[in-house]
């Protein structure tokens, strides 16, 4: 059996990131999802959070926001909407996305839905943002 896979994650934009994985972990639409070598092949709707990728050449985070993530074979490949590199985010900026993101979900409450679900959603990526700039804090 295969001690690797080879990972992809993709955005409309550019390729973010193509190499050799012994682990992926990432969010799904509804939940943590993670994948090792001789996976099951699925498909599945990505969530807004943290991908880490474990491999021979080191370890990679970066914050995907939604798209689709795939396992065929030996190959994962992620279409997201958006992936940021975790070592290209700066905890200042993160942090003040993130209050920016609160204070407009609250004052937003009444509004309509698809405003919360935006609001929400700029919750979750500033959330994530925090999170990969902590994770990269911590290995320093």
Known sequence: MATTFRCSVVTPSSVSLTQDATYVSFQA??????????????????????????????????????GFAQ????????????????????????SDELQKANAAALSGAGTTESAR????????????????????GTRN
Request: net charge neutral; glycine share 10%; hydrophobic share 45%.
């Open 29 to 66: 639409f509804d939940g943590q999802k993670g994948v090792m070598p001789g996976a099951s092949p699925f498909l599945t709707r990505l969530g807004t959070g943290l991908f880490t990728l474990n491999g021979p050449s080191g370890n990679t985070t970066l914050v995907v926001d939604g």
């Open 71 to 94: 396992m065929q074979g030996d190959a994962l490949t992620l279409l997201a909407d958006s992936a940021v590199p975790a070592d290209s985010i700066d905890a200042k900026a993160a």
């Open 117 to 136: 679900n935006a609001a929400e959603r700029a919750q979750a990526v500033a959330h994530a943002k925090v999170a990969a700039a902590r994770a990269r």
